[in-house]
């Protein structure tokens, strides 16, 4: 506990260091620099931690705050598994900055605030209050708002960080409200009283719901994501890859804290309701990816598929603890918490790789990209698997939570509420489905932006990144495949968790296997072995390859491209992104999205080009915010006349409150 | 005992993987064969595939200019992924090394693993056909892949296991029996088989009419070995699948562990006639159907994932009741 705070107290003043950039020569090295050695020694002391019991708490309290209350701060196995997330990360992404970053028009803008950033995140996980929790959440959520402004120049920025800003402060609002709940039924702010009153039903569904729209709204679920895709894509990229890598975890660590923890005994329809939303909110958001051209919103996009998956988790996780069957809700639990670490890591290879993708080219959109692999080898490889990670292939780490997510699935039949059966098929479907979206969307990324020939000037003139840039894609992408092939090392960290937020181990009940297998005792004698599978690919391949170039020919010609007999000259009549989507188009998104095709096809003779447009609208938008603005809009107009009474009509006004609240509190007692 | 058992395992493993590699070319070869029969020609000899592969592996590669080390490493990964998916289906014995390795959704993750990357060898060099045949291949399989996953969904309901070899063993004991899911799956899954091995009426596998193809079209820059290797994929893929649904769903004559050498040979024979009848079936239906056009193969796979859903509601709302 000690170090983490000392490293957060650290990471406060390399803040102040920032904003003292102008007096200080080299404050761009000492922050980056800096925040890589705190992050590091914070996600060390988590691991080494994690790796041991795990099962002590820590608190620490703090002499400041309210006067009656004092900084409360707790380090427990379920933060752990969230700091190491986030530190991990924040550590990667402050040497990817120390490259990327001195390419920033404004440095002042980003220097200050990315620490303070990674301090705020951290802070909400340690918090062990609700006074602490908001101040941390609201810290964090007004940091992360100043770093969406960095580049304010550009007006879509601007509007970006608006929207950002809004949903923020009603995500906020949502949580202060959830935790006077709570607060009131135990009489303290305190989380430890918090835990030791559980509220009744009513009051605790409703801070379940307000929580489930606070850490929402945050999270990027469907509806709320809408603010997502506009804010990652505004940041740099190393921000970029915070924000969406862990930023949104940091509201999934609420939304666990607050429903596994705090709440008392959960009720089955909350995790009804998390696991329905999440399905919506990974298939909407994979198929919101797949129809981007910028690669940033792309990847922004992704991840509220990936919170989807996640929060699926969660929700399988609640209804199962709910209904009795814990060693099936850590199942889920573990599931939900691997990936959030997978996601953390492979969402830090891709947006790292499209911030070196932009630095070398100057292009964001897909289709002025292409051919990359040639240039940029090392970045092209890592993202390589970056792209087979999160596409949840095997032997890498997405697979494993994806493989545990499913086996949880399956045991859908032995929950007694008829709905929650046939919830489970659709939910599976719907797993599945964005699944095998995820896949098609990251071919097409990587297909369009790394393979083929050269669509533009800039892609054509790439060169490789530099060390440090490249380093900080590289250890993600190792990790990837190190927890993929021997996942029960991740897996034991987040036991201790599990036993916290689920009472019981996955491995609990038996059924261990050894390091090498998977072989949760819930999941009826299933079994899979990402180690025995990446050997047995190994010596397979190289079987295969020590055959071929021992009996087959083995000279390569090289020549022009075949393509049927016709060799075209001009780069663009490859394939592009949105001719690669266009049959997914056809098939998903055409009731989803109103997505409309025109072509607008000269008559013969005529000599002007021909020209094909595609409309397509966030339905979010459409449906949900666009009535919603307009009725805050005619609420201000109306609540606008109250500015020019006379004092008469005040005090009138002010008398007929009086008798509201008299008649209200009559009626109360 | 127990090392002799592993020791058997790990033989029979073996036997499997030579066995499927041997078997897959004359299991295309026999389906060509039917088809022209059926169509009133005489057809090439069942051994053209053989011939064609090892001419294949005799001549040189024609790279394209721009061909990357992805284009180059795929078929390799691809024949990989897809051999081992088929060293994992009970073929004539359960008793297999690699079991506890991998269940079903591991094996349709294999699956996934080849087509995603022969879908970026198809955008490696820069073609129109390639990309075409990739942006359909992957449109496809989103459909496709979650069907089948509903489909070992509604097995692993009823079997309470997503292990091939337990799953059989559980079908062999016919503690099953008729049911209406079953045939609900089993029909999602031979949709789901025909899109996947790219045959009629969603792929042709004989065109080379540009604008009709989707696997063809993905792999046309490949020469040489490389195209041997992602031929002899795709032949050992329609293996694969004949397998898997001769092992769910008919798994007589499959030997189980512990059991003599008459059972296994019983198990190789009936195995060898179950391809062969399922190539029968497979010439007759393609001799049957036409061809779909491209934007109906949503509506096609689209039925697959319905009835497997379908089926699978039936069994959730069924157990336990």
């Known amino acids: 506990m000690a170090s983490i705070s000392l490293c957060i107290a650290a990471m406060l003043l390399l803040g102040i260091v920032g904003m003292a950039r102008s007096w200080l020569g080299r404050a761009h090295e000492v922050v980056h620099g800096g925040m890589a050695l705190v992050c590091g020694a914070a996600a060390l002391t988590v691991l080494v931690r994690l790796a041991g019991d795990g099962t002590d708490v820590e608190i620490l309290a703090l002499p400041v705050g309210l006067p009656w209350l004092r900084a409360n701060l707790r ?56 006074f602490v929790f908001l101040m941390a959440w609201e810290f964090m959520s007004l940091s992360s708002w100043l770093l969406v402004l960095a580049s304010h120049r550009e007006e879509e920025t601007r509007r970006a960080a608006y929207v950002y800003l809004v949903m923020a402060s009603f995500g906020t609002a949502c949580l202060l409200l959830a935790f006077g709940i709570l607060a009131g039924q135990a009489g303290g702010y305190g989380f430890e009283a918090i835990r030791a009153h559980p509220p009744g039903a009513v009051p605790a569904s409703v801070a379940a719901l307000l929580v489930l729209l606070g850490a929402g709204s945050k999270a990027g679920l469907v509806p709320l994501h809408v603010w997502l895709p506009l804010a990652h894509p505004a940041a740099p990229s190393h921000i970029s890859a915070l924000m969406s890598g862990v930023m949104t975890k940091v509201a999934i660590y609420g939304l666990i804290r607050v429903l596994f923890d705090l709440v008392g005994e959960p009720l089955w329809w909350w995790g009804a309701v998390l696991a329905v939303l999440g399905a919506v909110t990974a298939v909407a ?19 509220v598929e990936n919170i989807g998956v996640i929060v699926i988790g969660l929700g399988l996780a609640l209804v199962f603890k709910s209904s009795g069957v814990p060693a099936l809700a850590a199942l889920a639990m573990t599931a939900a918490m691997l990936h959030v670490l997978n996601h953390g890591l492979f969402k830090s290879i891709l947006f790292f790789g499209a911030g070196a993708v932009l630095t070398a080219t100057g292009e964001r959109d897909l289709d002025r990209l292409g051919g990359l692999i040639h240039r940029m080898p090392a970045t092209a490889l890592f993202c390589l698997v970056g792209a087979a990670a999160i596409s949840a292939l095997p032997p890498l780490n997405g697979f494993v939570a994806e493989w545990m997510l499913f086996q949880a699935v399956l045991n859908g039949p032995l929950l007694e509420q008829w709905e929650l059966k046939i919830g489970f098929a659709v939910i599976g479907a719907l797993l599945a489905l964005s699944a095998a979206l995820a896949a098609a969307c990251f071919v097409r990324f990587y297909g369009i932006a790394f393979l083929g020939r050269a669509r533009s000037p800039g892609a054509a003139q790439a060169r490789e990144v530099d060390a440090v840039m490249l380093s900080a894609i590289a250890v993600p992408a190792v990790l990837c495949v190190v927890v993929g092939v021997l996942p029960k090392l991740a897996i034991a960290m987040i036991e201790p968790a599990n036993r916290l937020t689920t009472g019981e181990g996955m491995f609990d009940a038996g059924g261990h296997g050894g390091w090498v297998w998977l072989a949760p005792a819930s999941a009826f004698g299933n079994s899979y072995s990402g180690f025995m599978m990446f050997m047995t690919i190994l010596i397979l391949t190289i079987l295969a390859v020590f055959m071929i170039h021992r009996y087959a020919s083995n000279r390569v010609r090289r020549s022009i491209p075949w393509a049927c007999g016709f060799t075209d000259p001009a780069p663009l009549g490859q394939y592009s992104a949105s001719s690669f989507a266009q049959p997914l188009r056809r098939v998903f998104a055409g009731q989803i999205f109103g997505a409309r095709e025109t072509v607008d096809m000269p008559a013969p003779g005529e000599t002007r080009p021909a020209r094909f447009t595609l409309e397509m609208r966030d339905p979010a938008w459409d449906r949900l915010f666009t009535p919603v603005v307009r009725l805050v809009g005619w609420l201000a107009d109306r609540i606008d006349g109250l500015q020019f009474l006379t004092i008469r009509q005040y005090l009138s006004l002010m008398f007929f409150a009086l008798v509201l609240l008299l008649v209200m509190v009559a009626v109360s007692q | 005992m127990i090392f002799v058992q592993a020791l058997l395992a790990g033989i029979f493993q073996v036997v499997q993987m030579l066995l499927v590699l041997a078997l897959a070319p004359g299991l295309t070869g026999l389906v060509r064969v039917l088809k022209a029969r059926l169509l009133g020609r005489r057809g090439p000899p069942l051994v053209q595939p053989y011939r064609d592969l090892s001419r294949l592996l005799r001549k040189d590669v024609v790279l394209a200019e721009n061909a990357s080390w992805l284009f180059r490493v795929t078929p390799y990964l691809v024949f990989t992924a897809i051999w081992l998916a088929a060293a994992l289906v009970p073929t004539f014995t359960t008793a297999l090394a690699l079991t506890a390795t991998a269940d079903l959704i591991a094996l349709v993750a294999l699956l996934a693993s080849a087509r995603f990357f022969l ?67 089993l029909i999602s899954l031979l949709m789901v088989a025909i899109a996947e091995n790219a045959r009629i009426p969603v792929d042709n596998p004989a065109t080379h009419l540009e604008l009709t193809m989707v696997h063809e079209a993905m792999v046309l820059e490949y020469s040489g070995r490389h195209l041997a290797l992602i031929e002899a994929a795709s032949m050992l893929k329609l293996v694969l699948y004949m397998a898997l649904i001769a092992c769910i769903f008919l798994p007589w004559g499959i030997s189980e562990p512990g059991e003599g050498p008459l059972d296994l040979a019983i198990g190789l024979v009936t195995f060898v006639l179950k391809l062969a009848s399922g190539a029968v079936l497979l010439a007759l239906f393609e001799t049957g159907v036409a061809k779909m056009r491209v934007f109906r193969y949503g509506e096609f796979l689209g039925g697959a994932l319905l009835l497997s859903l379908l089926g699978a509601i039936f069994l959730y709302v069924s157990t336990g009741l």
């Open chain 1, 75 to 130: 380090l427990d196995a379920l933060s752990a598994v969230f700091l190491l997330a986030v530190n991990l990360v924040g550590c990667l992404s402050a040497v990817f900055g120390w490259s990327y970053a001195r390419h920033e028009a404004e440095p002042g803008r980003v220097l200050p605030f990315f620490p303070l950033f990674i301090a705020g995140m951290n802070l909400v996980l340690v918090a062990d209050d609700a």
């Open chain 1, 285 to 303: 958001g994979v198929l919101y990816a797949l129809m981007q051209d910028d690669v940033k919103k792309l990847l922004a996009y992704s991840t």
């Open chain 2, 119 to 185: 879908a970026l060898a198809g955008m490696d060099v820069g073609t129109s056909f390639g990309g075409l045949g990739s942006s359909r291949e992957m449109m496809i399989a989103t459909l496709a892949e979650p069907a089948m996953l509903m489909v070992i969904f509604s097995i692993a309901i009823l079997v309470r296991t997503t292990s091939l070899s337990l799953i059989v063993d559980f079908m062999l004991a016919g503690g099953v029996g008729l049911r209406v899911s079953l045939g609900l799956a």
